[in-house]
Antibody, heavy 121, light 112 residues
Framework: QVQLVQSGAEVKKPGASVKVSCKAS????????ISWVRQAPGQGLEWMGW????????NYAQKLQGRVTMTTDTSTSTAYMELRSLRSDDTAVYYC??????????????WGQGTLVTVSS | QSALTQPASVSGSPGQSITISCTGT?????????VSWYQQHPGKAPKLMIY???NRPSGVSNRFSGSKSGNTASLTISGLQAEDEADYYC????????????FGGGTKLTVL
């Protein structure tokens, strides 16, 4: 069965960086992409970006350009999302989700359990 | 990119049908058949309910259906059940500025 298992909760200070992992199993990792979506407390879903696990191509949300990097390790079927220069409004639950190899297709059929990142001084 | 527009809340009684709208522009909802709908219960990850406007993933009840007209997509839930009470989000591919995916603000469904 398809599973995405994310790393545990993080507490970071403003200005620091965080790197969240997402280990995939139950499917051929390189046949899909991974998107990252975050949800601030009590708020809606926000798409952060997408990476092709086939060739590493990425698309990032415009507001996060320059602060976010998404990577994959095909040897371990793991995707990573690093967010730098953290601010208090980056406090959110971060989800990885399985996507298609073409960003345009746009839907996410399996989701990780979420990783709470808290940014506080 | 601006979020897609959804009503903040809708409600219905068990057995009734409800429809949630999702309004965008010709650069997203109106321009592509790549609208998806997600259900999210409190404290849980979102679950894909509809993709590519009207397709249901395996295992999703046929009480859920999707459609689109112009720049507005809709999710209809028929035969409302208590377990349908949740937040619902639409999303769409968008070519506005940079290629990306945009979500709606979410709709809280209350089953009375």
């Amino acid at each position: 069965q398809v599973q995405l298992v994310q790393s545990g909760a993080e507490v970071k200070k403003p200005g620091a960086s965080v790197k969240v992992s997402c280990k995939a199993s139950g499917y051929t990792f390189t046949s899909y992409g991974i998107s990252w979506v975050r949800q601030a407390p009590g708020q809606g879903l926000e798409w952060m970006g997408w990476i092709s696990a086939y060739n590493g191509n990425t698309n990032y949300a415009q507001k996060l350009q320059g602060r976010v990097t998404m990577t994959t390790d095909t040897s371990t079927s793991t995707a990573y999302m690093e967010l730098r220069s953290l601010r208090s409004d980056d406090t959110a639950v971060y989800y990885c989700a399985r996507a298609r190899l073409v960003l345009r297709a746009g839907h996410f059929d399996y989701w990780g359990q979420g990783t709470l990142v808290t940014v506080s001084s | 990119q601006s979020a897609l527009t959804q009503p903040a809340s809708v409600s219905g009684s068990p057995g009734q049908s409800i429809t949630i709208s999702c309004t965008g522009t010709s650069s997203d909802v109106g321009g592509y058949n790549y609208v998806s709908w997600y259900q999210q219960h409190p404290g849980k990850a979102p679950k894909l309910m509809i993709y590519e406007v009207s397709n249901r993933p395996s295992g999703v009840s046929n009480r859920f259906s999707g459609s689109k007209s112009g720049n507005t997509a809709s999710l209809t839930i028929s035969g409302l059940q208590a377990e349908d009470e949740a937040d619902y989000y639409c999303s769409s591919y968008t070519s506005s500025s940079t290629p990306s995916v945009v979500f709606g603000g979410g709709t809280k469904l209350t089953v009375l």
